[in-house]
């Protein structure tokens, strides 16, 4: 007769199953990913240039202080989420270095839709990016099982940048210097996007491993900004 198994024999194969099932699973979405970036990256090649000047004023008149190409910018956060898909497919990312990893995209594309929107004031912009990027590290203390608060406040801190983006594109209005056409159907869907990535995070927010669904919705802003930004923005 077969001798039962015990509990932590049962728990192997599971674990191991889970294990393999996320590695394959974020190795198909890096290769997608990667396609995608190659791509978009032929679209930007074909397209016009979309320069973004950055000022600063410094206690004085406004200078330039760089231009960002944003055709190649855009391209930025879905290639960051590959990377870390490919690297999280070896096994060699756990689960709140993924989060972390996965959210270093989020500030590039909070930048890029407040640059877009007409925020170019180089203070701005960093203020815009160190809010993000504080939310993301907020998300990566997260543990399973944990006090769920970390993850809320990242939320509160995360929703900043997003208002630095409305007050800019209404104000834009108000003076006669609208965002140009497409921007605001850009601005809607990326924060849809962002919105649904956080909330099913906070639903998952007790899962031991950030899996391949996680991967896919944290790469979903990205995509989109570079898609609508290469097909709308003039």
């Known amino acids: 007769m077969a001798r039962p198994a015990h509990g932590a024999d049962r728990e192997r194969p599971d674990r191991f199953a889970a294990a ?3 590695s394959r699973g974020a ?6 990913l990667a396609l995608a970036v190659v791509l978009l990256f032929v679209v930007a090649v074909l397209r016009a240039p979309v320069p973004l000047p950055v000022v600063a004023h410094l206690g004085g008149p406004g200078i330039r202080v760089g231009v960002i190409r944003g055709e190649w910018a855009v391209l930025v956060p879905p290639a960051v989420v590959a990377l870390v898909a490919a690297v999280r497919a070896t096994g060699r990312l756990q689960r709140s270095a993924t989060v972390w990893a996965v959210g270093a995209a989020s500030p590039i594309v909070l930048f890029l839709v407040a640059r877009l929107n007409g925020v170019a004031e180089a203070v701005a912009l960093v203020l815009v990016y160190a809010a993000t990027a504080g939310g993301v590290l907020l998300r990566s203390v997260q543990r399973p099982g944990g006090d769920p608060m970390p993850i809320r406040w990242a939320a509160v801190l995360g929703v ?4 630095v983006v409305a007050f ?3 104000g834009g209005r108000l003076t006669g210097t609208p965002v140009p056409e497409g921007v605001p159907l850009l601005t809607v869907v990326v924060l849809a996007a962002s919105a649904v990535e956080w909330l099913v995070a906070y639903r998952r927010r007790d899962r031991e491993r950030c899996g391949p669904l996680d991967l896919a919705l944290a790469a979903l802003p990205g995509v989109l900004l570079a898609a609508l930004a290469l097909a709308l923005v003039p």
Request: hydrophobic fraction near 55%.
């Open 160 to 163: 900043v940048p997003w208002g």
């Open 27 to 32: 190795a198909v979405l890096a290769g997608v």
């Open 168 to 170: 800019t594109q209404i």
């Open 20 to 22: 393999v099932t996320g």
